[in-house]
């Protein structure tokens, strides 16, 4: 089973070699620190950031310098910052190539909630709506159940949602899994985690095709 780094860690081996990529609140800000060194990608903020680096250090951290969720970050070599209209520009304009968002539920058919549960005081969407719409690649971060050990992977969601049908690939802490027409398509196993382990955690339907390999978690 991984952690939160864990989840971090698989996802950054699906970033690509000249990737724009823009990171979503919680997990997906940590796959930033483990892009390979020889992978060259340029890491976008919406609230006006292109080129973001890992985490600082503990007493390195610069206060002006921050991300959309408020969290203090570095910056490489050549970045750039601009104001939310060129930020949203470059998301509307699909010049994203990935997006990664944390999700409190996915559905069968890769519709996504992420933004709101109804009594709660939430502090806005952000940018999810038009990540979302815009993104032709969107991986969801997140724990397979919620703190009840209920599953979040389900047949239908039941918060309002962010997007519709757009979620391609789920990486959590017990697998990863493909979108498909016929459902959630399971392609690994976490460390120490069972088929039987995912099948009970997964509400909605899961499809496995013959065996299915161990993560490599570098």
Not at 12 to 23: D, K, M, P, R, S
Not at 149 to 170: A, F, N, Q
Request: hydrophobic content about 45%.
């Amino acid at each position: 089973m991984l952690d939160k780094n864990g989840i971090a860690k698989r996802i950054a081996q699906e970033v690509q070699n000249g990737f724009y990529v823009n990171l979503g609140i919680g997990i997906p800000t940590l796959v930033a620190n483990y892009v390979r060194d020889d992978t060259s990608v340029e890491f976008q903020s919406e609230n006006g950031v292109l080129g973001m680096g890992p985490f600082p250090f503990e007493g390195e951290e610069d206060a002006d310098i921050i991300n959309a969720g408020k969290q203090t970050i570095t910056t490489l070599p050549g970045a750039s910052f601009f104001d939310s209209v060129l930020s949203f520009g470059m998301i509307r304009g699909k010049h994203v190539d990935l997006t990664i968002l944390g999700a409190m539920e996915v559905a069968q058919n890769g519709d996504i909630a992420n933004w709101k549960i109804p009594g709660k005081m939430v502090k806005g969407m952000g940018g999810a709506m038009d990540l979302v719409a815009s993104a032709e690649q969107i991986i969801v971060a997140m724990m397979h159940t919620n703190r009840a050990g209920e599953s979040k992977l389900l047949k239908k969601c039941s918060l309002p949602l962010t997007g519709v049908g757009c979620v391609k690939k789920i990486v959590t802490n017990l697998a990863v899994l493909e979108i498909t027409p016929d459902g959630f398509l399971l392609l690994e196993r976490a460390p120490g985690v069972t088929v039987e382990d995912i099948r009970g955690a997964t509400e909605g339907k899961l499809i496995i095709k013959g065996a299915v390999p161990e993560m490599k978690i570098e």
